[in-house]
């Protein structure tokens, strides 16, 4: 049975205190119970009816609150907001404990039968051999992995010197991500956009990676600090195109940079990364409901200018210029597979999902009307008809 305020009830039964409109009032009330009683809402790890969820609801300052059997209360108006919600999930971020690891590969010169050539042989430091060269360093969740490599040699050691941490920069590449996880590009919005935002992603841990190279080489003056992974800007500094200076990032620098970091990783990165960044958009969009991704290009500016503002320099105005490159090259087959996902979130809206698609159509004032109307049908319901 539902908590029902005992001076609601009389106030209504004073108000529908003829006989007629009791009658009436005992009508009204059996049409709309079985739709409030059948009628499901989940709230955190609760399921509860329509009934039960309006009758126990209330305006307050703080807006409309839900008080569960156990006194618990809860912020609706957050529960139908995907911004909040999003922060929420993103919150995590702020307080993870990261975790760094280092792995060293020895590497050796070796025959490979199979092409009766000389190959380069990779192992691990307790003595397993690896079938290729691995990954320079990844991130995931709260662990970044770099690699250092160590050849057997000072010839091969000087060709492994690019892909190791110390000269490539792996550890500020990975942790760029790190702190765009923290900045907000996990946050929710539209297919085309979360896809497109993915790469952005990637553009952004390569300028991070770009500047600490940058680094490297004004702290050595020894231009093999950077890799062929950033030769634009290796070339820049040959012609003289630019001075760089360990006090400050010109503008045209940041131009050069910014434009040369897109233009690399498109060219080399983006038909590789296409596939995966389309599985990435579409994991990150998995547990967000049809309201959360309606095209939000607003938020989308907000949480870019978060991440390309690199080291107190604003690159977004410079890639902001170049993101409809990544969007052109979105295919047919992907934005039919985006439509059907739509669809089935669509389909799948829960009721609180439903509530913040009509305030994002209908606007707050309705959402807040309907709200009061149904917490006074909850009432009547309790007063008049059959509340279970």
Known sequence: M???NKKTKFCIGMLLCGVSGIALMNHYAQEQAQEFNQTKIVIGKDTISKQDFYANLE??????????QEGKKQNIDSLTNSQYLEAKKTEVFHKLKLKNQVDTIYTSYGWDEKTNKKTIVYREANGDTLPSMPSMGYYNYDKIIVREFVADNPKLQKIMDPYSNSYNATYDHEYKHFKNAQDG???????????????????ATNIEQC??????????????????????YKEALK????????????????????NGVFDAW????????MNRENKRAICLLNDASYPAIKEDKEKHNKVMQKIFTIKGYDFWKHIAKREKEISDKI???????????????????????????????????????????NMVKARLISTFGKDR
Request: glycine share 2%.
């Open 239 to 258: 012609a003289g195109k630019i001075k760089p200076s360990k006090e400050t990032l010109s503008e045209k620098e940041q131009e050069i940079i910014a």
């Open 331 to 373: 295919t047919p087959e992907m934005r039919e597979e985006w439509k059907k996902l739509e669809k089935e979130k669509f389909k799948n809206m829960d009721y609180l999902a439903k509530l913040e698609l009509k305030k994002q159509q209908d606007g707050e004032e309705k959402y807040r009307k309907e709200l009061s109307q």
């Open 59 to 68: 305006y307050t300052e703080k807006g409309w609150v839900y008080t569960n």
């Open 185 to 203: 590009i996990r946050y929710w919005n539209s297919y085309p956009i979360k896809f497109t935002e993915c790469c952005l992603d990637e553009v």
């Open 266 to 273: 498109m060219k080399e990165k983006f038909n590789i990364y």
């Open 211 to 232: 500047l600490k190279q940058r680094d490297n080489y004004l702290e050595h003056q020894n231009l093999s600090y950077i890799t062929p992974r950033f030769s634009f």
């Open 2 to 4: 539902s908590r029902v």
